[in-house]
């Protein structure tokens, strides 16, 4: 069973980096993408961006894009998302998803709170 615990969240001012961490257990071999999504207080879960461990190729949603980098991690770390310039709208729980086929994403870390303001 693949097990997600994301890591790195916390208080930031605006216009601050942040590298949130998504460490994994389990058989990672079975893992074809990684997903980061974000969820604000009040509002529905949002696509943040992916990356293809197979060919390496990271994608964006346009809510951050040239804010953001997704970054193939080591050991035992799947992945990283960098945040840039991070804006009080940035404010939200970020989750790293696991998935195994094309279809869906299977496996869900539990989140981490990152807050911005000054």
């Known amino acids: 069973q693949v097990q997600l615990v994301e890591s790195g969240g916390g208080l930031v001012q605006p216009g601050d980096s942040l590298r949130l961490s998504c460490a994994v257990s389990?058989?990672?071999?079975?893992?074809?993408?990684i997903g980061w999504f974000r969820q604000a207080p009040g509002k529905e879960r949002e696509f943040v961006g992916s990356?293809?461990?197979?060919?390496?190729?990271?994608y964006y949603t346009d809510s951050m894009r040239g804010r953001l980098a997704i970054l193939r991690g080591d050991a035992s770390i799947l992945t990283y998302l960098q945040m840039d310039d991070l804006k009080p709208e940035d404010t939200a729980v970020y989750y790293c998803?696991?998935?195994?086929?094309?279809?869906?994403?299977?496996?869900w870390g539990q989140g981490t709170q990152v807050t911005v303001s000054s």
């Open positions: 389990g058989p990672t071999f079975r893992i074809v993408r």
């Open positions: 990356f293809n461990r197979d060919t390496g190729t990271p």
């Open positions: 998803a696991a998935a195994v086929d094309a279809l869906s994403y299977a496996y």
